[in-house]
Every structure is written in structure tokens, then in C-alpha cells.
């Protein structure tokens, strides 16, 4: 089973409350602390032990790592990248709290942005935004830029800066990472179930690059193509009418869950590509509105609620004062 298949569980389970359990030869998703509403990716072991794969540093004896005498590998690094490689597998969590909903947008967002930015190409120059959504996707994760600083992405490759300032291919750090913890004494169980993480670790890195495979949401709304970054980017320069149109369509309170869904990635390319360097283009929405009574106060309404680099103080030389006061509690 390929890493979208899992995705596209996580993206189920996410809309549905019944769901079945992940159909999978050795992974499943666990419910940590007994929190019904909380899963977590987790690896069968044997038929009595699994671990987390966020847990996955559980399996070897980290004093491995305390003094290090690698060509590459400094103490510091190692340590780095045990946690990068540990806290990479939360863009798998599946969190329905409600407090949870707007972090779960953005890695949503994020994720499919990162991959889907590598398939169109960097026709509009994204590089660097590409770089940026999965800096803040491993933030998201739990990861300090004390790591996601350290990353790059070159030639379709996650790149990592060590301490000495040299930069390596991330599978090829793993590949190196595995064969110093393959030095501890371990029984067969654990050292098969490392085996697997290192394969599941690399596959992962593909996945979020999605550089072999690149996942869609599985959603016939026919305004998912305006929720990837270059054709909304496009269809802006283009023709922004019918962007503004499908903007207004992102408020249609007969949506239902999953085009809702669609609508918040959509409105959220609005506030980064287009509001967050350029906040009077909001003005050009406000006339647009104009023979739609409500209408543009309701966009503007998602679009802070959604707090995706844009709020009030983006747009108070812009001349809609008058409609930011009236709208409460963002």
C-alpha cells in the first residue's frame, strides 16, 4: 500500500466518523491514551509489540548516539535527524477535535501544495514558495527551524545542512543514519521492524516531494483545480473574473463538507498569492461584490476566520473599514 493510499484514509477519517480500520499488512493506526478522537500511524512489531512510528527512536538505545566518531554524522546531527525522521510521520495523524481544525487545514494545505508544485513545474517562479509551505508544513508537525531550517529542496531532492555546513541528499543521510544504529544488538523482530522504518522513512520524503507519486484529493468538485497554487496563479493573471466568481462560490452555504473543504484551500491561495503582498487587490473583490448584497462581507469573513496570512490589519488602508468593524471575534 502506497503512502496516498494511507493519506486518502487519513483525508476519510478526517469526514467520516465511522470509518473502518486501516487495511494494511503491518501498519494500523492506534489511538493514543485511549483518545477516541486521536489516531496515530503505528507499526506492527510482532504479534504482542508495536511501536509509533513517531516512537520509532524507541526501538535502538540512543546513548548510541552520544559520542559519535562518523566522517559525516556529528552528535548534534544525528540527534537532529532522529527527530526530523520521527515527527515527519504526524502529517499521517488523523485529530478530529475542534481545536485541531485549522492546524489541520494548513498541513492539508501545505502538504498538497509541496507535491503538487513539483508535478506543474515552477513556471510562475514558486521555488522559493515551495520551499516555504514545507518549512511551515514540518512546523505544523512539531519541528523547530532549529531542523527545518537546515532543509532545501533541490532538483526534486529534500537537501539537509549539517553542522559543518555540507549538504546531503535526506535518503542519503538515512541510508547512513540506519547503518549506525544496525550496530546495536537487537533481536530479529526489532531489526526487521527498523528495516521497514528505514524503506517507510524514504518513501515518506517521495511522498511529501511527490516526486513518485502525487496524491489528489478524490473529490469531484469541479473548483479543485483552483486549489493548486500555479493554475489558481494562472487562472488570476488570466482571467480574474472567474477567479472571483469561484471566490464567491467558496461561500455557498450549501456546500457540503469536503467542497467546503476545497473552498478553504482555495480561499487560502487568495490570501497568500494574491492579498498577503498585495492587500488593495481586496478592493478589486469589494466591486466585483458590488450587485451582491452580502456577498463580499461574507468572503471577507471566511478569509479572516481562516487567518491564513492576511487579518484586519492587512486591510485598513484599503478602504473597507466599514466592513472590518462589523466583523467580530478575528
Known amino acids: 500500500m502506497s503512502f496516498s493510499k494511507i ?30 478522537n486521536s489516531r496515530i500511524l503505528t507499526l506492527n512489531i510482532n504479534e504482542q509489540d508495536y511501536v509509533s512510528l513517531v516512537r ?19 552528535v548534534t546531527d544525528a540527534e537532529l535527524l532522529i527527530r526530523l525522521l520521527s515527527l515527519i510521520f504526524n502529517v499521517f495523524d488523523v485529530h478530529k477535535d475542534v481545536v485541531y481544525r485549522r492546524k489541520n487545514l494548513f498541513c492539508f494545505y501545505y502538504q498538497y501544495q509541496v507535491s503538487h508544485l513539483a508535478e506543474r513545474g515552477n513556471e510562475f517562479s514558486l521555488t522559493q514558495d515551495r520551499l516555504f509551505f514545507l518549512h511551515y508544513l514540518l512546523y505544523e508537525l512539531g519541528l523547530g527551524d532549529d531542523i527545518y531550517d537546515r532543509l532545501t529542496i533541490e532538483n526534486n531532492k529534500i ?69 493548486e497554487a500555479t493554475l489558481f496563479i494562472q487562472a ?16 455557498n452555504e450549501h456546500q457540503s463538507p469536503t467542497e467546503q473543504f476545497i473552498s478553504h484551500l482555495i480561499l487560502m491561495n487568495y490570501s497568500y498569492f494574491v492579498l498577503k503582498s498585495n492587500p488593495s487587490e481586496i478592493t478589486y473583490l469589494k466591486l466585483f461584490c458590488k450587485k451582491k448584497p ?37
Not at 544488538?185 to 526487521?192: C, H, P, S, V
Not at 511529501?208 to 486549489?227: C, R, T
Request: net charge negative.
Open 159 to 227: 537537501m539537509y545542512r549539517m553542522e559543518d555546513a555540507q549538504q546531503y541528499d535526506l535518503h542519503i543521510l538515512i541510508d547512513i543514519l540506519h547503518e549506525h544504529i544496525n550496530k546495536n544488538k537487537t533481536d530479529m523482530d526489532t531489526r526487521a521492524a527498523l528495516g521497514r522504518i528505514k524503506i517507510l522513512q524514504g518513501q515518506l520524503v517521495n511522498f511529501i516531494l511527490g516526486s513518485h507519486e502525487v496524491y489528489d484529493f478524490p473529490f469531484d468538485d469541479f473548483n479543485k483545480p483552483f486549489a
Open 7 to 36: 493519506y486518502d484514509y487519513k483525508l476519510r477519517a478526517y469526514f467520516n466518523e465511522r470509518i473502518s480500520d486501516l487495511n494494511h499488512e503491518y501498519l494500523f493506526y492506534s489511538y493514543p491514551d485511549q483518545e477516541q
Open 294 to 330: 452580502g456577498v463580499f462581507m461574507k468572503v471577507l469573513t471566511a478569509l479572516l476566520e481562516i487567518r491564513f496570512f492576511v487579518d484586519k490589519s492587512s486591510f485598513t488602508n484599503e478602504g473597507i473599514n466599514y466592513y472590518l468593524s462589523r466583523i467580530k471575534g478575528v
Open 56 to 74: 520509532w527512536h524507541d526501538l535502538f538505545d540512543r546513548s548510541l548516539f552520544a559520542k559519535m566518531d562518523h566522517s559525516i554524522l556529528s
Open 236 to 251: 488570476y493573471n488570466s482571467n480574474k473574473h472567474r477567479v472571483l466568481e469561484v471566490l464567491i462560490d467558496c461561500i
